[in-house]
């Protein structure tokens, strides 16, 4: 079955990006690719990034379909566990626990079993979401220290709030408390994020763990991912199915929300919401149809968008549309949606056909 709105996946992207990331500092890389690869599938993800040094993900089933597909990385499982019944197949998976709340750490405390799990200790120096006060560092390493089911040395992490923002000091300000917190406790440490390793140099500890800009976007408002020298892997096409010439004064889609000031040649490209491409976008949203560039005219409908054609004058029904990909940055998009490139990525649904080269 052929299925017009589909996402080609770029694993030779991928792996340039592990690349262009690993210059930018000299640490071990820990390859977040959560979210289900941020929207791009997390086994092909996984298997293009098998030369990182680890994986992190957030829940367990994450975990388990990178097993099922016979990886043996690292992985680390960054919320931790939420239950204890979850003990057991971590432990099976061989995974490595955040432990960030104090429940998690009495689950550790309370088990009898022989498996030991390797844990990174989560500090909340501002973030203000999952972690433990950092005053309460040492105390809480000798305790997980002195937990049968612990491995040591215990691990260090926390998370930056403000790194995409380079003239907000909040990050130098998380990096100083988390630095003192820690001192000279054993363990390795992670801290930058892909802003806090292209923006905050002194973010760049042990561990780093890049995300976004392992899909080739940038974690800068004001900037591309090619700006910094990464490259994209998703690109996101459909086909026009239609097209039509609409006289002036005739009005376009749900609402009538855009109006021809003169005789146009319209097109229907066979992708909506429905395929998560955002209904907020507005008139004037370019477009790729080959070289020209089209522009959305009117509302986006769950199965379909309509296109001004005046500028793709050659445009007709079974052409290929770009929706963002190389030319068409991901980026662009979400700055006309009002939102993030994470959303529309994470955003891209399942009866979109997923190919990856």
């Not at 979401?129 to 260090?156: D, H, K, N, T, Y």
Request: charged residues 20%; proline residues 5%; hydrophobic residues 45%.
């Amino acid at each position: 079955m052929n299925r017009a709105a589909r996402a080609t996946i770029d694993s030779s992207a991928l792996r340039a990006n592990l690349r262009t990331l690993r210059g930018a500092c000299d640490a071990r890389i820990m390859a977040v690719i959560k979210a289900d690869g941020y929207g791009h599938g997390i086994v092909p993800v996984a298997r293009a990034l098998a030369d990182a040094d680890a994986f992190a993900v957030a829940r367990l089933e994450e975990a388990l379909s990178i097993r099922e597909a016979g990886m043996h990385n690292r992985i680390i499982l960054l919320e931790g566990l939420f239950h204890a019944e979850q003990l057991a197949l971590a432990a099976q998976l061989g995974l490595e626990l955040v432990v960030h709340a104090p429940q998690q750490l009495q689950m550790l405390e309370s088990l009898t079993q022989s498996h030991r799990y390797p844990v990174w200790l989560k500090l909340d120096t501002g973030m203000n979401r999952l972690g433990f006060e950092p005053g309460a560092a040492a105390g809480l390493v000798r305790r997980l220290s002195a937990c049968g089911a612990v491995q040591g040395p215990i691990q260090l992490m926390t998370h930056l709030a403000n790194a995409d923002d380079p003239d907000d000091a909040t990050t130098a300000r998380q990096v100083e408390l988390f630095s003192d917190a820690v001192g000279d406790l054993p363990g390795e440490r992670t801290i930058a994020n892909t802003a806090g390793m292209l923006a905050w140099p002194e973010s760049c500890a042990d561990w780093v763990r890049p995300g976004i800009g392992l899909y080739g976007v940038s974690p800068f408002a004001s900037k591309n991912g090619t700006d910094l020298g990464l490259r994209p892997v998703m690109t996101l096409v459909s086909e026009l199915i239609a097209v039509k010439t609409v006289a002036a004064g005739g009005r376009v889609g749900y609402g009538g929300a855009w109006t021809a000031s003169h005789p146009t040649r319209i097109g229907v490209a066979a992708v909506g919401y429905g395929d998560g491409y955002p209904r907020h976008l507005g008139s004037g949203t370019p477009v790729r149809l080959g070289a020209a560039t089209g522009r959305i005219a009117g509302r986006i409908s769950m199965d379909m968008i309509t296109i001004d054609l005046e500028d793709a004058p050659d445009a007709k029904v079974g052409d290929e549309v770009m929706l963002w990909g190389d030319g068409l940055p991901v980026e662009t998009l979400a700055r006309l949606a009002g939102t993030i490139p994470y959303e529309l990525l994470c955003g891209v649904t399942r009866r979109v056909a997923m190919r990856v080269v």
